[in-house]
C-alpha cells in the first residue's frame, strides 16, 4: 500500500485563479469534483466555505480521509456527474460554487501500480475508479477499427491506423512497458525525439476507459442544475479536447452559439441563459510554471449562474 500524499507538497494547478473566480464567503457551501490530494479543497475549507468533495478513486477517499476530517470537508466517493443525487442524500439541494479539475491526478500518474504513465512499467489498468474495463481489456479484445478510432478520436493520433495495427499484432498486451514499446516500434520513435510518441496514445486510452469527456459534459450539466443564482463554476483543464467542451458549454449557455453533443444538447431556442458571460481564460504566469510544470498546459475557465431555470426538454438526452 502507498503512503498518503503529502498535501503540503500536492500543488494544485492555478490555485489562487480559481480561488479568485470562486469569490468564497464564508458559511456558503462549495463542490470539489475532484478531490484528489485535496488541494482546492482545503483551500476552499480555509476561507470559510463549507465543502463537499467527489472522487471515484477510492485511493483519494482512503488516503484523503484524515485531511478531510481536520478541515471539516465532507468527503464523497463517487463521479462529480452525480452530484445531484449524491448531494441529495446529505440534503443539499444548491450549492454557491462548483470546481472541476479535469483529467488524471498527479497522485495516479506517479503511480506505476495505476497503469496510467509510460515513465516506469506497470499493470496495463489506466482505471480511475479501480473498477471496470481496464485498458488490457480494451487492446486485448476491441477490432483494431475501434482501437484507431480512439487514438484519433482522443489521442488526435494522426498515424493511429499504424499504432492500431502493431497492438493488435503484439496481443496480449499486460504491462505500459510493452505497449509503450509497441507504440514506439510503430512511429519510429528516437531517443533525442522531445516528446515521446507513445504520449498520445496512452492520453486516448486514459480517456477512453475512463469515459472521462463524457463525464466531463455530465457534470457540467450536473453543475448548471445545483448552482444557485450568482453561484461560480470554476474548470480547470489540460488538454484541448476538454477545453473545447468547456468553452462550448459557457458559450452556449450564456447565449451564444455553441455546438451540442450526444450527452450535452445544445441549449433551445428562446431557453433564457442560465449563465452570465464567461471571464476570460485564465492561464499559468511564469511564477507558477517555475515551479509546477504541469501547470503549463492548464486552463481556467468560469462563470457565474443566471437566474433562469434549467429547461428539462432542452436537456433531454439525444439519441
Not at 475501434?146 to 499486460?174: F, H, K, N, Q
Request: hydrophobic share 40%.
Amino acid at each position: 500500500m502507498n503512503a498518503a500524499v503529502d498535501p503540503d507538497r500536492h500543488i494544485p494547478v492555478l490555485l489562487d485563479e480559481v480561488l479568485d473566480a470562486l469569490a468564497i464567503n464564508p458559511g456558503e457551501v462549495h463542490v470539489d469534483g475532484t478531490f484528489g490530494a485535496g488541494g482546492y479543497s482545503r483551500a476552499m475549507a480555509a476561507r470559510g466555505a463549507t465543502v463537499f468533495a467527489f472522487d471515484r478513486d477510492p485511493d483519494a477517499i482512503r488516503e484523503g480521509q484524515a485531511l478531510a476530517d481536520e478541515n471539516g470537508i465532507t468527503l464523497i466517493a463517487g463521479e462529480f456527474s452525480r452530484m445531484k443525487e449524491l448531494l441529495a442524500e446529505k440534503g443539499v439541494s444548491h450549492v454557491s460554487g462548483v470546481t472541476l479539475d479535469i483529467g488524471v491526478s498527479s497522485m495516479q500518474l506517479d503511480r506505476p501500480e495505476r497503469g496510467f504513465s509510460f515513465q516506469s512499467d506497470g499493470p496495463l489498468t489506466m482505471t480511475m475508479s479501480q473498477s471496470g474495463m481496464s485498458a488490457a481489456d480494451f487492446l486485448n479484445n476491441a477490432p483494431e477499427q475501434e482501437i484507431a478510432d480512439v487514438l484519433y478520436r482522443y489521442g488526435e493520433e494522426p498515424r493511429s491506423r499504424r499504432v492500431a495495427r502493431a497492438i493488435v499484432e503484439a496481443r496480449p498486451l499486460e504491462r505500459t512497458g510493452e505497449l509503450a514499446s509497441v507504440i514506439r516500434r510503430a512511429l519510429g520513435h528516437k531517443p533525442h525525439d522531445k516528446k515521446d510518441p507513445a504520449t498520445r496514445a496512452f492520453q486516448a486510452i486514459r480517456i477512453h476507459v475512463n469515459r472521462e469527456l463524457e463525464e466531463l459534459e455530465r457534470g457540467l450539466e450536473a453543475a448548471e442544475a445545483m448552482l444557485e443564482e450568482g453561484g461560480r463554476l470554476a474548470v480547470v483543464t489540460f488538454h484541448s479536447l476538454e477545453d473545447r467542451i468547456v468553452k462550448q458549454f459557457l458559450r452556449n449557455r450564456s447565449g451564444g452559439e455553441g455546438a451540442g453533443s450526444r450527452h450535452l444538447p445544445e441549449r433551445r431556442a428562446g431557453d433564457a441563459p442560465t449563465f452570465r458571460k464567461p471571464a476570460k481564460a485564465v492561464r499559468a504566469g511564469e511564477s507558477e510554471l517555475a515551479r509546477n510544470p504541469r501547470a503549463r498546459s492548464a486552463t481556467l475557465r468560469s462563470a457565474v449562474r443566471t437566474d433562469a431555470p434549467v429547461s428539462g426538454s432542452s436537456r433531454s438526452m439525444r439519441s
